[in-house]
């Protein structure tokens, strides 16, 4: 299993900038793509921010020239620990919601690995307001 760990949500004024980080650990042989998803009141989740497991960053339409996202695939254990980070600047008030981490990965299965899974942190809020 994966286990994700969001931290970096709160209050930010409009204008203001929010960093969320995600950490990602468990049994992973590779990790794939890692993502930032979010959802606000009265729509469904959308994407936010991707990136490869080559580095190459996506970002949604809304969110181009606000958002950074960024990877780090440091390893400090036998299970390893991946984390991505969502760096937001000139926040709105319409960015208000609850985002969630989203990492693609394969396990180790004692001497095999499994196919691509996906697995969801659970959320973290965001409030823009004054």
């Known amino acids: 299993q994966v286990q994700l760990v969001e931290t970096g949500g709160g209050l930010a004024q409009p204008g203001g900038s929010l960093t969320l980080s995600c950490a990602a650990s468990?049994?992973?042989?590779?990790?794939?793509?890692m993502s930032w998803y979010r959802q606000v009141p009265g729509t469904q989740r959308e994407l936010v921010a991707t990136?490869?497991?080559?580095?190459?960053?996506?970002?949604?339409?809304?969110?181009e020239g606000r958002v950074t996202i960024s990877r780090d695939n440091g390893r400090y254990s036998d299970n390893g620990r991946y984390t991505v980070d969502l760096q937001m600047s000139w926040l709105k008030p319409e960015d208000t919601g609850v985002y969630f981490c989203?990492?693609?990965?394969?396990?180790?299965?004692?001497?095999?690995?499994?196919?691509?899974?996906?697995?969801w942190g659970q959320g973290t809020q965001i409030t823009v307001s004054s």
């Open positions: 990136i490869s497991s080559l580095g190459v960053p996506k970002y949604a339409d809304f969110a």
């Open positions: 468990g049994n992973i042989a590779e990790m794939y793509g």
């Open positions: 989203k990492v693609v990965a394969a396990l180790r299965l004692g001497p095999k690995i499994s196919g691509p899974i996906d697995y």
